[in-house]
């Protein structure tokens, strides 16, 4: 075991995109675990979209990490030092330990990882809060049916790519978006997405028109900005938009110039009467059984498959997580710590 | 009987506001009914917010009224002569057969109004296509708890006072915006709204705060613009937003300026998991029995009270129509024409 507890802090809020100076690696000591309390080792860390609204001091769903404190996050994690009888040194876990090396723990937020039904790192991906996040807000918000077209941006990362499975499960058409052609044909020919295009392409109105020659149903909305704005005009009547992020806006510094288009937005709503539902996972936590059962199922029967990208060494966690933002990884962006 | 059919029909499609000359009174004969049909004689018009966009060729959710075709909307009229066994001249019934005189019916289309029940022109309002819409729009997907805070705009007029009534009813804390202190003194004292803000006032948004101390849980859009803007802010975490209507922007000739404030909307759809959903009353035809069972009894028992602005005169609908879009009506606008 190290006796150093490495552990990345937030140095200073960006004001637009984040640089490595925002970020600090520190050195301490590992804590001790006292009564009841559990000694956890970082294995591997999830970088997620959700962590550049954590370094931002604006009102949002959860508070901002507090300068100089360690980054947050989930890990995975082994227990390497127990004083809690319900857990035993090398039992597998996640926790909200964050960007850190070691962390103890009372025990009370840890979930069990068998490493026997499917590989730890998915329990930070398909099996995990990304899994459930596009597991309840396309089924309880989305709703969608056989035959509709289901359309969803950042679709190779870990949601968008269960969103567009779970779609085809449930017999409608998926549609995915995505950046490069690498990334498409992945969406297309490994995951059986109907349709997929490029938003870096030339024309991404039109490219999106002709592959939703229907229209659209249900937009899983997880980028806002241009993309946004290529769907809007294909929402059919009665179409459902979960909100479950805007990361094309995550490190906007202003708004974007005039006029303001707000009253296009509300009209299409009134008059196609569009549903806009924003959520976060935890809103739906009384599904966890539920989604944990229904999609360990497929993930077994080999009816939804997952990507990861994998990033070795702690102290690349600030490097790949600016990258993530620009969409650079390739699937699930996960740190192996130890 | 009069000879004569008069006839109000869109002569030119208006560019902001409507005036006059956007209409234009024709005189016609007397349609006479075939076999299977009725004669209809107009007793009263009904004039609302929704006929401005069947003026404009914009696409929304109906077709626009053809250029030299008689403006839409709902009449209560008297059946004056039937080849139709299942009405009797002297039948009182309400009718889509727009601005004129008179119209034949095959009689599919008709309910029937019953003024032993209440005053026929309750069929266009509270107990009518308005109140439906309160009702619906308000139940349906805005959910009011008990203890929570309804706001309302147009709060004066027939949708906007039966959303915050039926609030009350549901144990809500109802707050009406509308124009000018009659209106507002209206809604607290004889309504019962448990505050009134006039949007007319130096400082809406400061208004507002002020009259929900606890936010806003359920906002029932139908103005949009100023007013929602205001209430944008207040909007408390899962708050509930039916879009019925958006009459401050009806007239608008083009967007409002920069910068565009779109992203400021959708996070606040995300960061609070907003529902806006968008709605007409038709899209919840399979609940009109139980309104009118439930808004009726309501009614008798004096736990609903409403309020018209009755206009003589046919020839004088273009003009109450024009000011309605300005606000200039209190309580439920309806024509008098026989």
Partial sequence: MAEINRR??????????????????EEGRVPAPREGEVLLRTRW??????????????KSYAEPVGIGE???????????ASNNP???????????????????????????VDPALAPPTTALGVLGMPGMTAYTGLLTIGQPKPGETVVVAAAAGPVGSLVGQIARIRGARAVGIAGGPEKCAYLRDELGFDAAVDH??????????????????????????AVFEAVLPLLNDFARVPVCGLVAGYNATELPPGPDRTPVLMRAILTR?????????????????????EVGAWLKAGRVTYRE???EGL???????????????????VVRVA
């Avoid at 802090?9 to 690696?25: C, D, Q, T, Y």
């Avoid at 319900?86 to 009370?108: E, M, P």
């Fill in 200 to 225: 870096r392409g030339e024309d991404l109105p039109g490219a999106l028109a002709a592959a939703c020659p229907n229209g659209i149903d249900v937009y899983f909305e997880n980028v806002g900005g």
């Fill in 8 to 25: 990345i802090v937030l140095a200073a809020r960006p004001h637009g995109e984040p640089n490595p100076s925002h970020f600090r690696l």
């Fill in 70 to 80: 360690v980054m947050t996050g989930e890990v995975v994690a082994e227990v390497t």
């Fill in 309 to 311: 990208d994998i990033v």
């Fill in 86 to 112: 319900a857990y035993q040194v090398g039992d597998l876990v996640t926790a909200f330990s964050g960007w850190q090396d070691y962390a103890v723990s009372a025990g009370k937020a840890l979930r069990r």
């Fill in 273 to 293: 009467r569009l549903h806009l539902q924003g959520f976060i996972v935890w809103d739906f936590a009384d599904q966890a059984a539920a989604f944990g059962r």
């Fill in 45 to 58: 860390l999830s970088l997620d979209p959700y962590m550049r609204g954590r370094m931002s001091a604006a």
């Fill in 315 to 333: 102290e690349n966690a600030p490097e790949a997580f600016i990258g993530m933002l620009q969409g650079r990884n390739f699937g699930k962006l």
